[in-house]
């Protein structure tokens, strides 16, 4: 009687131990699963909830006026880094034209490594949703702001903060369910 | 054929090699300290990529940056990498630091193995216990070797 109890109980440790590699197969799944679904291009910003890096640069309309992000403090504000040479940033363009027609704080256009003339021909073309155009001929503050990809979005609060980046085109789904709950947040719409 | 062979061989040697500008360095020193630099730092657009490797327009940019704050600047190089750190975060950083948001990264491996272990000399020890059981079962196979022995002594001893 006792060797038959013996014989059970060595038979169950030998399931769980069978069990273990469908369990570590299970864990690993749930995590490619999840990893399906996350872009790795974005990256996440160190720079959210951290003062908007300093910029002097030219008015792409009136390159005599020195731009910086002092100029846009008080109210929260968007910046949009964008370039002719962006294909992206023309599929997102419509989406950014209809953000600055919704919006009563300013939407800023950052022309990043791109030659002026080709900039404002681009607007020309496809129209000019900004309230405001910055060259950022050298790309310097692009890297300050940790710009890696055109175009991306930074939401930038009354107190000269960043709250929000989106890389890549942004869409209407993107506006719509999380920039404007975080200007919402911010108190501007 | 030669020739051709040699243009070839050239070509191949020609792309890989100039992924990085060539720059001028005072010393060889700096020129490894900058290489070995550029090496750590991670490409954002190319992400399996370092600045070293990559030759994307934003490691052009990255790896002037990294020149113009190391020998112009007279940054140190934990100067010029916590510069890349607090721009673009961790990501930048080839070999990830130990912290908590990613003690599971660096541990996991650890415990993948020491678990891995314990598996293992659970198996062996149970496959003990086993062959002691196929000790038990030697004995009963004798046992029943000795039956069949003797029934067979029975059969011989029967009368055809």
Redesign the interface.
């Given at each position: 009687m006792h060797s038959v109890s013996g014989h059970t109980h060595e038979r169950g440790v030998g399931r769980i131990t069978f069990l273990i590699p469908l369990l570590v197969c299970v864990v690993i799944g749930v995590f490619l699963y999840r990893g399906l679904s996350l872009n790795p291009r974005e990256v996440p910003s160190p720079l959210i909830g951290k003062a908007a890096p300093e910029f002097k640069l030219p008015s792409l309309h009136q390159p005599d006026t020195i731009l910086s992000p002092a100029s846009f403090a008080g109210k929260p504000w968007i910046l949009n880094v964008w370039a002719s040479w962006c294909v992206a940033c023309r599929q997102e363009h419509p989406v950014v034209t209809n953000l600055a027609q919704r919006v009563d704080i300013p939407v800023i256009g950052l022309d990043y490594k791109d030659q002026p003339e080709d900039g404002k021909a681009w607007l020309t073309q496809f129209g000019d949703p900004y309230d405001a155009s910055i060259v950022d001929l050298e790309g310097n503050a692009g890297l300050d702001w940790g710009v890696y990809g055109v175009p991306e979005t930074f939401l930038i609060d009354a107190n000269g903060v960043i709250q929000f980046k989106h890389i890549g085109p942004l869409t209407s789904d993107i506006v719509e369910t999380r920039l404007m709950s975080k200007l919402a947040e911010l108190g501007g719409s | 054929m030669k020739r051709l062979l040699l243009v070839i061989t050239l070509s191949l040697w020609a792309s890989s090699a100039f992924a990085v500008e060539a720059r001028d360095f005072d010393t060889e020193a700096d020129a490894q300290r900058y290489y070995k630099l550029i090496a750590r730092l991670r490409c954002?657009?190319c992400?399996n990529q370092s600045l070293a490797d990559s030759n994307a327009?934003?490691a052009r940019?990255?790896r002037d940056?990294t020149f113009e704050l190391m020998f112009e600047k007279e940054s140190s190089d934990d100067d010029i990498v916590n510069f890349m750190?607090?721009?673009?975060?961790?990501?930048v950083l080839y070999r990830p630091p130990f912290k908590a948001t990613t003690v599971a990264l660096w541990l996991a491996p650890a415990i993948a193995l020491i678990l891995g272990l314990v598996?293992v000399a659970?198996?062996a020890a149970?496959s003990t216990?086993q062959s002691s059981r196929a000790q038990v079962e030697d004995e009963k196979l004798a046992a029943a070797r000795r039956l069949l022995n003797d029934s067979e002594r029975v059969d011989r001893d029967q009368p055809r």
């Open positions: - | 954002l657009v992400q327009d934003l940019d990255m940056k750190l607090e721009r673009y975060g961790d990501f598996l659970r198996l149970s216990g």
